[in-house]
């Protein structure tokens, strides 16, 4: 039964903007309600006919099999224009419930790896980690220029967002300008007391590659939050390994090497 309500609720609340915004109109704290639909308490009485008076079902369609009270609902309600596009955000809000605080992270970072679609070279591109309102996201530009000319070859954009999830920090990112690329990255968190670096892997690959998918290693290093942006923008493109934009020791990170014995491409906590 109770397995039945935490469906239940969540189906109710996909036909709403957000869970935040059923919680605001229906008047329930949001970790309150985050209990509710992880099963960690069931709602009070009171609560309870709140719930059933916002959605407009009765206390015993809330408790029946999901499948039912799924077609009660769908008989009831006007068409609805965007449901098929707001269900495969529950799935996105039930891995925000679980996500650990990133306000540490918070700040610019440069991000090195080997170029997906430029052989033999480091991309150097600036990426920051921001928060609004309780969720955080990234932003990503890469700015490519010739190795030996400097001159501009193309710019990237790039959005995203964060979980911290069993002790990992995950970014997905889209390229903003066609929308044709998407890039997961999965990075060790820092447990020392001042940011320095990040390490991981990512996987994608640019359009201008074809359709086949690549993976990397990547590290960020930590630039601080207050920061000359024109100034670390202009520090971004391509380089050689042996460049003196690329700090040694990060070249030696990044290089992307299968050890004897393995079969995948891993990386080593830093």
């Not at 039930?94 to 605080?101: C, N, T, V």
């Not at 980690?129 to 220029?145: A, F, P, S, T, V």
Request: include cysteine; glycine fraction near 8%.
């Amino acid at each position: 039964m109770d397995e039945d309500f935490q469906r239940n609720l969540a189906l109710l609340c996909s036909y709403h903007a957000s869970i935040a915004d059923a919680c605001r109109r229906l008047g329930i704290n949001r970790q309150q309600f985050n209990k509710y639909l992880s099963g960690q308490s069931r709602p009070s009485r009171r609560n309870m006919r709140r719930m059933c008076d916002f959605f407009g079902v009765t206390e015993a369609e809330m408790l029946m099999e999901p499948a039912q009270l799924e077609q009660i609902v769908a008989l009831r309600r006007k068409p609805d224009p965007l449901p098929q596009m707001r269900r495969p955000l529950l799935h996105v809000e039930a891995l925000y419930r679980r996500s650990q605080s990133l306000e540490k992270y918070l700040g610019y970072y440069y991000r090195y790896f080997y170029s997906f679609g430029n052989k033999g070279l480091i991309t150097k591109s600036l990426a920051a980690i921001y928060r609004q309102g309780d969720q955080y996201y990234w932003k990503n530009i890469e700015i490519l220029r010739h190795p030996e000319t400097g001159k501009t070859l193309g710019m990237s954009k790039y959005a995203g967002t964060l979980l911290y999830l069993a002790d990992r920090i995950h970014i997905v990112e889209y390229e903003t300008l066609d929308f044709t690329s998407i890039t997961q990255m999965t990075l060790y968190p820092s447990h020392q007391h001042r940011l320095f670096r990040l390490m991981g892997i990512q996987t994608g690959g640019p359009t201008r590659r074809g359709r086949k998918p690549g993976a990397s290693k990547v590290a960020l290093d930590f630039l601080g939050r207050d920061i000359d942006l024109r100034k670390a923008l202009a520090g971004t493109g391509l380089f050689v390994p042996d460049s003196k934009s690329i700090p040694a020791e990060i070249a030696a990170l990044v290089t992307n090497t299968v050890q004897p014995g393995a079969f995948v491409l891993e990386v080593d906590e830093p």
